[in-house]
């Protein structure tokens, strides 16, 4: 059983940055270098939106990254802890920011953007942004 647990939220004000947490357990023989790891974004009453996401990793590199076109590189995503989490950079955060942020994996390699690419995740982060 593959989990997903996002930590790192919180109420901060713009212009502020936060770097949230996607930490991985899962069956033996698959580590988390091995998936495809996104994060999505939902604004209260508005649909989850894509992010950013990094593909599995080899021995060279943590991976290849893909970003959503709106977001003016504030974004930046990386694998860490052994490559056993991903994280997500956020730097001048905006109020337009606010949203439950979601950590979401598939295995192996994919520059999926859809939702319905991915088969786990986790139960999200909520970050919110005071002007």
């Known amino acids: 059983q593959v989990q997903l647990v996002e930590s790192g939220g919180g109420l901060v004000q713009a212009g502020d940055s936060l770097r949230l947490s996607c930490a991985h357990s899962?069956?033996?023989?698959?580590?988390?270098?091995?998936?495809?790891v996104a994060w999505f974004r939902q604004a209260l009453g508005q649909e989850r939106e894509f992010v950013a996401l990094?593909?599995?990793?080899?021995?060279?590199?943590?991976?290849?990254?893909n970003y959503a076109d709106s977001l003016e590189g504030r974004f930046t995503i990386s694998r860490g802890g052994a490559r056993n989490t991903v994280f997500l950079q956020v730097n001048n955060l905006r109020p337009d920011d606010t949203a439950v942020y979601y950590c979401?994996?598939?295995?192996?390699?994919?520059?999926?953007?859809?939702?319905?690419?991915?088969?786990?995740w986790g139960q999200g982060t909520q970050v919110t942004v005071s002007a």
């Open positions: 979401a994996a598939r295995w192996n390699y994919a520059l999926d953007r859809r939702i319905s690419g991915y088969a786990f």
């Open positions: 899962g069956p033996s023989g698959r580590t988390f270098s091995g998936y495809t």
């Open positions: 990094i593909s599995p990793s080899d021995g060279s590199s943590e991976g290849r990254t």
